[in-house]
């Protein structure tokens, strides 16, 4: 079974940037393909990017493209988003969520495993 813990949130002023971290412990994450997802109060869970297990592609919400960067580092079983020119319409509680079928897709039905979460607030 995988465990997850998101690490990186925080405050943040209009334009800054943060970089989330997801580690996992047991199996190893490259294995997995891995993806961020976010929930505003009183909105649904949204897919926000994702990374496949083999690292050859990424997808990302059309509300973050050119802002948002996922990455992992194998070696050190952690995935990550940089996330920069952020917005206040970026603040959310920030996910990471493992695919057991390993396709890279947008709905949240098809991730497994989940983390607690770590909150992003973008306000001056």
């Known amino acids: 079974q995988v465990q997850l813990a998101e690490s990186g949130g925080g405050l943040v002023q209009p334009g800054g940037s943060l970089r989330l971290s997801c580690r996992a412990s047991?199996?190893?994450?490259?294995?997995?393909?891995v993806a961020w997802f976010r929930q505003a109060p009183g909105k649904e869970r949204e897919f926000v990017a994702g990374?496949?297990?083999?690292?050859?592609?990424?997808n990302y919400a059309e509300s973050v493209k050119g802002r948002f960067t996922v990455s992992r580092d194998n070696a050190k079983n952690t995935v990550y988003v940089q996330m920069n020119s952020l917005k206040p319409e970026d603040t959310a509680v920030y996910y990471c969520?493992?695919?057991?079928?390993?396709?890279?897709?947008?709905?949240?039905?098809?991730?497994?495993?989940w983390g607690q979460g770590t909150q992003v607030t973008v306000s001056s």
């Open positions: 047991g199996p190893t994450l490259s294995s997995y393909t």
């Open positions: 990374i496949h297990w083999s690292g050859s592609s990424t």
């Open positions: 969520a493992v695919s057991g079928g390993g396709a890279l897709t947008r709905s949240p039905s098809n991730y497994h495993y």
